[in-house]
């Protein structure tokens, strides 16, 4: 993971931390205890030095600020493992890699679905992948060059076979699946 990379995973752990810890007050309106189920509507506000530019992960080469609002919006298959080294699963329920190290799978975890109730399948996962890498702008384009094949084999498998072994795959590719769920 580059410095940048951390740097800036660094500032939105913080802001989001920050933004966690404003926002209760001991004036709000109601004490009473909630169910602890999502509720619709409302507003979520963010607060930034600067403004996004491009609110597409697809085509912008833009300010850190998008990169925020990606990392507020978007799940990805792994995140990173807060309490340490390593990775953990968030859209994918779990992963194998191959022995030769050319072959990632992914299960797609049940139950996850879209802001609007579709479930959430393997090929979502495949178009958005693919979507992020097709612009010659793309902030993924240079991932082109290392994967062999990306494939949709049922509803809750993806896989990615690579050209060659790359070490760096789930800090590269997977975080940034950009796939919106509820």
Same mark, same amino acid.
């Given at each position: 993971?580059?410095a ?8 939105v752990?913080?802001?989001l931390?920050?933004?966690?810890a404003?926002s209760?007050?001991a004036?709000s309106?109601?004490s009473?205890p ?14 930034f ?15 850190d600020?998008s990169m ?11 995140q ?7 990775? =953990?699963p968030? &859209? ?5 890699v191959? $022995?030769n190290?050319?072959?990632? %799978? /992914?299960? +797609?975890r ?18 958005s992948i693919t ?5 010659s702008?793309?902030? =993924?384009?240079? &991932? ?6 990306? $494939?949709?084999?049922?509803?809750? %498998? /993806?896989v +990615?076979k690579?050209?060659?072994p790359?070490?760096?795959?789930l ?6 699946a950009?796939v919106?769920?509820?």
């Amino acid at each position: 993971m580059t410095a940048r990379r951390r740097v800036a995973m660094c500032l939105v752990t913080g802001i989001l931390l920050f933004v966690g810890a404003c926002s209760g007050s001991a004036s709000s309106p109601s004490s009473a205890p909630t169910s602890g189920k999502p509720e619709n509507g409302g507003n979520l506000t963010f607060e930034f030095f600067t403004a996004p530019l491009d609110l597409d992960p697809s085509t912008s080469q833009d300010n850190d600020t998008s990169m925020q609002m990606w990392l507020a919006w978007f799940q990805t298959l792994v995140q990173l493992n807060p309490k340490g080294p390593g990775y =953990l699963p968030e &859209l994918s329920d779990h992963w194998t890699v191959s $022995s030769n190290q050319l072959v990632y %799978t /992914f299960h +797609i975890r049940p139950g996850v679905t879209f802001s609007n109730g579709k479930s959430l399948t393997s090929s979502d996962v495949l178009y958005s992948i693919t979507r992020n890498e097709k612009p010659s702008i793309a902030l =993924l384009n240079f &991932l082109v060059a290392k994967t062999a094949s990306m $494939s949709a084999p049922n509803s809750s %498998t /993806f896989v +990615i076979k690579l050209k060659r072994p790359w070490p760096s795959l789930l800090a590269d590719r997977p975080v940034r699946a950009d796939v919106k769920c509820a």
